[in-house]
């Protein structure tokens, strides 16, 4: 493959949204993406939009924090103002056997309607896309379901409902529901053939556990 079209479908930008950031023709990218040189100035635009330029010469890999926050900013950015754009970073939520976080920066987004936000109140929450993995969750969720996620920075805000959770490692979605009187959690699924499970305080106070998120809406059903 072409290194100017990696690293571009890396950082989950299309052709459009290079060539007018860097204010070349379509034409002149698409000659770029084929294999034509590409002159010093314009590698250095594609650098500065988060680009390894390194890589694209040489086939070597060199990507810096600072390349990567370029990307996260232009990842999130909309094509249209009435559109938001909504991340999707490189974790599953595991509704069987669990999956691990392996990267804070934005891997793909998806664009949804301002107005369609707003009227589910959720134009001014924190968003991600995240995919579920395993059948725990049938039959409300299924495995390779795309689900919208408000991510939440206080577990307050999310004392009930079907979550994403952190425990030690592993990532997955489930049902919760706080107990105030133990201050830990029951966590539930609504596969029947999976047992429930309480999460103690301890493993809350030490990090252990946390809730991610709650899972708002499903965008995309595996099953009808």
Known sequence: MNHLKEQRELLGLSQKEVFEAIEVSKGTYIRWEAGKPIPSDKLSQLSSIGF???YI???TKSYTSEANNIKSELITKP???DLIAVPQYDLAASAGGGALVIAEHPIARFE??????????????KLSVVPVRG?????TLYDGDLTLVSLVDDLADA????CVLRFDDEIFVKRIQYDFKSKGYKVTSDN?????FFVEVDDIESGRFTVLGRVERVLQRTKV
């Open 57 to 59: 010469v040489t086939g």
């Open 192 to 196: 029947t053939a999976y047992s429930s």
């Open 112 to 125: 949804l309607s301002k107005r369609w936000l707003e009227q589910h109140n959720l134009h001014n929450k």
């Open 135 to 139: 059948d725990s969750m049938e039959q």
């Open 159 to 162: 004392r009930e409902g079907v």
């Open 52 to 54: 390894d330029v390194n």
């Open 79 to 81: 094509s249209n103002p």
